[in-house]
């Protein structure tokens, strides 16, 4: 920094600013050039002045992906004090989809963390950090007032105590009308207040704990042959615990009110009544958000089809021998987009009014990973080879398990592939990603004995391999008509592979 600052404004000013009578108090001294800040205690205190600092750059949680509310910050890639460039990896951020890099946007030094690593459920906007330039004073630092904290994490904590007390211990009161221990059945609800008894003279038989009709019928019997007195309000004060009587020590087991619904009790999964509660990534709430919103406003219409990959699996073989290892879903990937491109009717998404034709051919393809299913998309997947599409989905299925997909390489898509016939499935159907028109579910190749003819006519068994693929369509873009011509020319392409070309 400089050891004088030039001030381009009139000194009377200046004086008025700062708030002192005099040039000379502050160390202002006429030069050849104008006004400047004389070196010394004055020097010093009006570099230390704090409006004369720049106010930190606030550090936000951005948003990452479209549908994104929330993040997590996993880990912080910077330390407070260490000098940032732009473009620099400031932290690790947990989105709805995957793990996202933050840059710096400006130069300076990291002052302050706010939220450490670690914290869940950030909102968007929240400030996460502060930067500030190089020669301040990064160690004070002030956060600003006009941004609030990020909201509470929310994890799963254990209850506090209410700071009223609450009775815990088993002490026998006297009964104050009204005050129930037991759950009534209505019917015996009426009993007991016309004939002016209590259920905690009796015992609950009913079940969970339901104190039932026939419990309040015994309760009258009792009463009737004098073995209990009527139950009535004393003018004793309620709040004075007494001693338990020799009738009620004898009047049975208590059957506290069942706790509805469990709760969740952290050390003691196999108490009665309790459950254990799994945290769920943002990844995992999203997926459940968006295929609730699928199955409840998209209808779904479904088509299945019988596939023979005796022409694939022989082509396969030919380039093994080349050392070109591509696997089978890279042939269905690039059927599926060659199918698109002879029929973009169905390359379709929805915006919200209507069906909306899609440019690009984008596959989506299904990768299963410990925190949900991902779908990274190859883009431009009809002029891709099958070798360029094999290098592709393993690229992308490795960034996806690590968590590292950036957000342009799983937003978007026009078209979606679930495998799982590397899991033993035969065939299932699937779920639609909006705004995409359709999903296509693939299950495993299986050896089928079938009935064909030979040059001559005669007829014999021939073992053929065989996938069964259903694809679920959106009715409001794709009806079953089209659907069921997509899937004959899907079928066509995929046991020809030279259609593929």
Same mark, same amino acid.
């Given at each position: 920094?400089a ?11 200046l ?21 400047s ?18 106010d930190?750059?606030k ?12 993040g ?6 910077k330390?407070?004090?260490e ?10 951020i947990?989105?709805?989809?995957a ?10 030094i ?5 939220v450490e690593?670690?914290?869940? #459920?950030i ?6 950090g ?12 002030e956060?600003?007032k ?28 006297e ?7 037991f759950?009534l059945?209505?019917?015996a609800? #009426? ?17 969970r704990?339901i ?9 009258v019997q ?20 007494t ?5 009620q020590t004898t ?6 009110r ?8 952290p050390?003691?999964p196999?108490?009665v009544?309790t459950f254990?509660?799994i945290p ?12 609730t919103e ?12 019988d596939?023979?990959l005796g022409?694939?699996?022989?082509v ?5 021998k ?7 879903n ?10 698109l491109?002879?029929m973009?009717?169905v #390359?379709?998404s929805?915006d ?9 051919i ?16 190859i ?5 891709k ?5 094999a290098?592709?989905v ?7 398990r ?11 898509g026009?078209?979606s592939?679930?495998?799982l016939g590397?899991?033993?499935?035969d065939?299932?159907?699937?779920v ?5 028109a ?5 299950g ?5 004995l ?5 040059e001559?006519? #005669?007829?014999?068994l021939?073992?053929?391999q ?12 794709v009806d ?6 997509f899937?004959?020319?899907?079928k066509?392409n995929l ?7």
């Open positions: 920094m050891a004088s600052w030039r001030l381009g404004c009139d000194p009377r000013l004086r008025y600013l700062v708030g002192f009578p005099g040039c000379r108090s502050i160390g202002l001294v006429k030069g050849a050039l104008g006004w800040v004389s070196r010394g205690a004055n020097w010093r205190w009006f570099h230390s002045t704090q409006w004369l600092r720049g930190p750059i550090i936000l949680m951005p948003s990452l992906s479209p549908t994104m509310e929330e997590n910050i996993v880990k912080w890639l330390k407070e004090g000098a940032v460039s732009a473009g620099d990896a400031l932290c690790e947990e989105t709805d989809k793990v996202v890099t933050l840059d710096a946007s400006d130069d300076g990291l002052a302050k963390i706010v690593e670690g914290s869940k #459920n909102r968007l906007g929240s400030l996460i502060l930067i500030v330039e190089e020669g301040e004073d990064w160690k004070h630092v956060i600003p006009d941004v609030g904290p990020p909201p509470p994490v929310s994890k799963p904590s254990e209850p506090r105590p209410s700071p009223e007390p609450q009775i815990s211990i088993p002490v026998k009161k009964h104050i009308p009204g005050t129930l221990r759950r059945s209505p019917a609800r #009426n009993i007991l207040e016309k004939h002016s008894l209590d259920a905690s003279q009796g015992t609950a038989t009913g079940p704990g104190f039932t009709k026939e419990d309040a019928l015994r309760l009792l009463k009737q042959t004098g073995k209990i007195t009527e139950s009535r309000p004393t003018p004793a004060p309620a709040a004075t615990p001693a338990p009587s020799p009738l009047a049975g087991p208590s059957y506290p069942p706790m509805i619904p469990p709760v969740s009790t050390g003691q196999s108490a009544g254990t509660e769920a990534s943002n990844i995992r709430r999203v997926i459940a958000k968006r295929l699928s199955k409840s406003t998209v209808p779904h219409s479904y088509a299945t089809a596939c023979d022409a694939v699996l022989k396969r073989q030919d380039l093994v080349d050392d070109i290892k591509v696997s089978v890279d042939f269905i990937i690039k059927a599926a987009a060659v199918t491109k002879q973009p009717d #390359n379709v929805w919200g009014e209507g069906p909306k034709q899609l440019p690009f984008d596959i989506s393809v299904a990768v299963a990973t410990d925190k949900g299913l991902l779908t990274p998309i883009k431009d997947a009809a002029a080879g099958i070798q360029e599409i290098d592709s393993k690229a992308l299925s490795k960034k996806a690590d968590g590292k997909l950036l957000p342009e390489e799983y937003q978007g026009s078209f592939i679930s495998n590397m899991f033993g499935i065939e299932f159907t699937a639609i990603n909006p705004p995409q359709c999903i296509l579910a693939v495993r190749f299986r050896p089928v079938k009935l064909t003819e030979d001559e006519g #005669n007829a014999k021939q073992q053929r065989l996938i069964t693929v259903t694809m679920s369509s959106d009715s409001r873009m079953d008509e089209l659907a069921t011509r899937l004959k020319s899907f066509a046991e020809n592979p030279i259609r593929l070309a």
